[in-house]
Nanobody
Framework: QFQLVESGGGLVQPGGSLRLSCVTS????????ISWFRQAPGKEREGVSC?????????NYADSVKGRFTISRDKAKNTVYLQMNNLEPEDTAVYYC?????????????????WGQGTQVTVSS
């Protein structure tokens, strides 16, 4: 078992930016893909972005966030980031990071995923 701790959520106006962080246990990023999911009230959890465990860190994005969100990682800090720009009210949700052994990384929940506790992102004027 390992830790996944999200932070960086908050209230932001439309068009604003936030950077989410997901801190993992040591060496997790060498083996596990990290995916960001989000869940809005009354909606199903949806995949937002993911980064694979390979050296190149292959990434993938949901169509709804392409060009606005960027996923990255810092292995030295055991951290994965989700930079979110040009935020829209529709981005309002609880954001979760999750780890699993899929390669390449996936944007759908799997039985192998381990989850963080989530961080709230609210986009509103």
């Amino acid at each position: 078992q390992f830790q996944l701790v999200e932070s960086g959520g908050g209230l932001v106006q439309p068009g604003g930016s936030l950077r989410l962080s997901c801190v993992t246990s040591a060496n997790t990023l060498d083996r596990y893909a990290i995916s960001w999911f989000r869940q809005a009230p009354g909606k199903e959890r949806e995949g937002v972005s993911c980064i694979s465990s390979n050296n190149g860190g292959t990434t993938n994005y949901a169509d709804s966030v392409k060009g606005r969100f960027t996923i990255s990682r810092d292995k030295a800090k055991n951290t994965v980031y989700l930079q979110m720009n040009n935020l829209e009210p529709e981005d309002t949700a609880v954001y979760y990071c999750a780890a699993d052994l899929s390669f390449p990384c996936v944007l759908h929940p799997t039985r192998g995923h381990s989850w963080g506790q989530g961080t709230q992102v609210t986009v509103s004027s």
